[in-house]
């Protein structure tokens, strides 16, 4: 399972509709990532950028699941799931390279 920033962006449709009828939109994006088995952890609205911003714990299968809906219903513009790591990691990942960098030969070279 991988941790992911998830960002929608809310097409005008949605928030002429939220105005029209305003809800709980946390609630109607738990219940999706829930029901493709993706762990929605924390959310956040930003008003400024029109977009929904949340992190998120699931496979990439069960996230690009999560893009087909939403993409589908016309509510987002635009919607990405960007896989992050924490610190811990990503020294390992830089230790790792450290070991194998003298393996690689660039194209250029």
Same mark, same amino acid.
């Given at each position: 399972?991988?941790?992911?920033? +998830? %960002?929608? %962006?809310?097409?005008? $449709? $949605?928030? !002429?509709? *939220?105005?029209?009828?305003?809800?709980?939109?946390?609630?109607?994006?738990?219940?999706?990532?829930?029901?493709?088995?993706?762990? *929605?952890?924390? +959310?956040?609205?930003?008003?400024?950028?029109?977009?929904?911003?949340?992190?998120?714990?699931?496979?990439?299968?069960?996230?690009?699941?999560?893009?087909?809906?939403?993409?589908?219903?016309? #509510?987002?513009?635009?919607?990405?799931?960007?896989?992050?790591?924490?610190? !811990?990691?990503? #020294?390992?990942?830089?230790? #790792?390279?450290? %070991?194998?960098?003298?393996?690689?030969? $660039?194209?250029? %070279?």
């Amino acid at each position: 399972m991988s941790l992911y920033l +998830v %960002k929608g %962006k809310y097409s005008n $449709a $949605a928030f !002429k509709g *939220m105005v029209d009828s305003p809800q709980d939109r946390e609630a109607a994006a738990r219940k999706l990532f829930t029901a493709v088995g993706v762990d *929605m952890q924390s +959310v956040y609205f930003s008003v400024s950028t029109a977009e929904i911003v949340a992190i998120a714990e699931g496979s990439a299968e069960n996230m690009a699941a999560v893009e087909m809906v939403t993409m589908s219903t016309g #509510t987002f513009t635009s919607f990405e799931g960007i896989e992050i790591i924490d610190s !811990k990691s990503m #020294t390992s990942a830089m230790e #790792t390279a450290n %070991k194998v960098v003298s393996a690689y030969q $660039a194209p250029n %070279k």
